[in-house]
Each structure stands twice: as C-alpha cells, then as structure tokens.
C-alpha cells in the first residue's frame, strides 16, 4: 500500500514511529505536510496538490492535525474523503472531538461520566459566583476552550481565585469551560489508547509534585495500569460515540468511577510506546491494513 501520513513535521516522533511502522509491514510510506495541500473543488474530480503536483496514487490517509490546524487539516482529510480514499481519522470525527463543549455534550448524552461542567457566555460580574457554585463551588478547574496539553488550563483553590481567573478570561474575550476538580484522583490520569474499538495501551500519568495537570509534556511521570472493566468499556465507549477509530481517551478515577475529561484525535506515541513498551504505530497499521478497500461516502 502507498500510504501518506498528514504531518505538518517528519521528524516528530509519532510521525516517524507511524512511518516505520508501516515500512516494516512493506508499504510505501510518505509524509504530506496538510498546510502545505491545495485542494481543487470540481466536479466529479476533487484533488489535491502538494509542492506543485498533483497527489495521485494514494491507498490510505493518517492524519496526524495539530490542534491549531484543526479548520484547514479536516478540510484536507475531507478532500481525501471525497476522493474514495481511506482515512484512518474521519473529518467529522476529528472536527467533533476537537469542539470540547460539544464533544462534553455528545459523552454526557451518551451517558457516560464526566467532571461536572459549566459553560456561560460573557456571565456578568453578578453572575460568575453563580456560574463557578453550579459545579460545587471551588476548587475547580478553568479551561480555555482552544487550549492543549495542559496550557490554558487553571486550577482555582477558592473562590475569590477562580472569580478572578474567570474575570481574567472575559476581559480577553476567550471561551472557557469551569469544571469541578476531582479531589480523589490525585494530580493523576489515565490515558487509554484505542484504535479501531479495542484498547491497545493504557498508562496513568501522574503530575509532578506541586502540578495538578499530568500532561508528560509538563513534567508528569507515566507508568503501565491495568484498567477495570469499567474504565476499559467506558475508553471503548467514549471512542465510538465521537467516531473516532483512533483516540486517546484521557480518564480521571473518581469515587463515582470513570469520567472522561477529554478525547484526543491525534494522541501522542512517545509517552505510551515509552511506558507499556507495545508498538502502538503498529496497531494503528495493522488497522490501516484492515481497512484497505474501505471507501467512505461522499
């Protein structure tokens, strides 16, 4: 198979992993930078142009779209979409997922647990207090609804705090969520990987002493779990209800069991192939594999 592998960097280490991945299971492998694409909308002829010529002879797509991507990355995969070509992540599914408020509603729908969230649009002074004790009151959690790997996330002790931290973000016109901060699980996370409805790894991040956020990029240590049924079927679950074949399910252990703080359509490698050993880039080819004459609807 002549596969391509939407990365805006060679060199970083999933793009690469998923690279070798595929050149030792014998497909041809390459590397199209989406911002670099131009895509030609015609009639009963969509295509793509990369560095000036026209990209032909495509079997398969993995997307790997940065966050701030997002808007111009699915309009490429959806590009590919309408070329009959396979894509590991679906447009929607990648758009739907990267939409925190809306992914929160479609989990929350689905029945799944998730920490208790609120969402205001530019809340007047008299109505914050009012916004922040509709989640229990601090300490909570505030977070930027365009923020990643932890940035743009504030842990507020008390209330006077997170009042200001909302007033802060008002005053910048950005939009933010307030959760309840889930006490009992201890500055830790699991971050469960599934490719194509089955876990495939799974290791608890734990924060740094001092750090709520256990994202390994700002210091958190990573280490093998062995999750409980409940925490593997509600990964699966969570997955699917975003549509998503590959995802990195991000869970907090609660006294009420698992809840989903978040669902990543383009999780990284380094940190899971690095704590359970598992070739994860494989897993994520063997699915490719899988799924070779698959061929989307327009």
Not at 172 to 187: S, T
Not at 240 to 259: F, M
């Amino acid at each position: 198979m002549r596969i391509a592998v939407l990365s805006r960097n060679k060199n970083l280490y999933s793009t690469r992993r998923i690279i070798e991945a595929g050149e030792k299971r014998g497909h041809q492998m390459l590397v199209l930078d989406h911002m670099k694409c131009v895509l030609v909308i015609e009639q009963g002829r969509p295509h793509i142009y990369f560095n000036g010529r026209e990209v032909r002879d495509i079997d398969a797509v993995i997307p790997r779209i940065g966050a701030s991507a997002t808007f111009y990355g699915s309009a490429v995969v959806r590009q590919f979409e309408m070329m009959k070509i396979f894509t590991a992540v679906e447009s929607q599914a990648l758009v739907r997922s990267r939409d925190k408020l809306r992914s929160l509603q479609i989990l929350a729908r689905a029945g799944l647990g998730i920490p208790k969230t609120a969402f205001a649009s530019s809340p007047k002074d008299k109505d914050i207090d009012s916004v922040i004790s509709s989640i229990g009151g601090a300490p909570c959690v505030v977070k930027l609804l365009e923020g990643t790997q932890g940035i743009g996330v504030i842990l507020a002790e008390n209330q006077k705090a997170a009042k200001s931290v909302v007033e802060a973000f008002l005053k910048l016109e950005a939009n933010m969520l307030v959760q309840e901060f889930i006490q009992e699980a201890g500055g830790a996370d699991l971050r469960v990987f599934v490719v194509d409805g089955q876990i495939v790894g799974a290791m608890k991040r734990q924060a740094k002493e001092g750090e709520f956020r256990s994202n390994l990029h700002r210091g958190g240590t990573a280490s093998v779990i062995h999750l409980s049924a409940d925490e593997r079927a509600t990964a699966i679950k969570a997955a699917k209800k975003l549509g998503l074949a590959i995802a990195g399910v991000d869970l907090l252990q609660s006294s009420r069991g698992p809840l989903v703080m978040e669902v990543n359509s383009s999780p990284g490698l380094e940190g899971i192939e690095g704590a359970t050993g598992i070739d994860i880039a494989g897993k994520i080819i063997e699915y490719v594999e899988r799924n070779e004459f698959t061929k989307p609807g327009e």
